[in-house]
């Protein structure tokens, strides 16, 4: 059972992940900072605005950045929306870091990956049991994920836990000196809080959903600084709203994670969802 945090984290980063072609424009990064028990964010923005202007805004240099970034802040929690772990049947007998480190020896391609769980599971959607329990809308290898679960698992969270860069949780205890990363998802966060809202679109009901979320999200203590709001509400796509509420879940688990309580073990092997 991972123990209570080594030291604690004052620096909170939220990110909607993606793995598209067009992950530059798509990964946002919210960053905010911890003082008196609220959460302050000061800045959401695409992951290409904290790149230097020198460097291509290609899929593997972002993800590159971003894996940089994890290793570099070693005191603050990311919050990632991105499957960390697998269902148990399809990682059969291997823990889950043998599971990790194995990723990109087993897959090829996000196609491989996909195509393989689908056989696994006899072309079934199995769903870990955290998803279950959250009510996240899909599982790791769905179609609309399987890409961000490559992507994510092999140029990011595999080369960090091989060179021991982060600490992945639950799976893995927190140390100081290490940031810590863990799953959000900003659908399951919504659902936990009642407000789970259309708020992706360019019409004006989507526009105000996203001005009801931001609302509500004060209520939490957390403040916002203005171009933050601004980014998340001219945002249609909701990139920029998702990495505000990846940031929350990341600051809403430091509290959890000072309890003691045991974990099951499937969180242990497949991963768990911080909403």
Known sequence: MPSSPANPKTLVYGVDFSGSKTACKKIWVSRGTIHNETLHINSCCPISNLMHNDIRKERDNCLSFLRELISIETEAIFGLDLSLGFPQA??????????????????????DFRNKCRNTMGNKEVKRTT????????????????????????????????KKAACIIPMQEQVAGKASVIEICPACTLKRNGIYIHYKGKNNRELENRRIILSTIKTWKIELEKEVIKAALED?????????????AAYHALQKMESSTPLAEEYLSEGMIYD
């Open 90 to 111: 399809i990682i059969n007998d291997q823990s889950w870091e043998s599971s990790i480190l194995n990723f990109s020896k087993s897959y090829n391609s996000p196609e």
């Open 131 to 162: 998803e279950i329990q959250k009510k996240a809308p899909f599982c790791v290898y769905n179609l609309r994920l399987y890409r961000q679960t490559y992507y994510g698992i092999r140029c990011i969270i595999e080369p960090l836990v091989k």
């Open 236 to 248: 249609t796509e909701g990139d920029a709203l998702d990495s505000i509420l990846a940031a929350y």
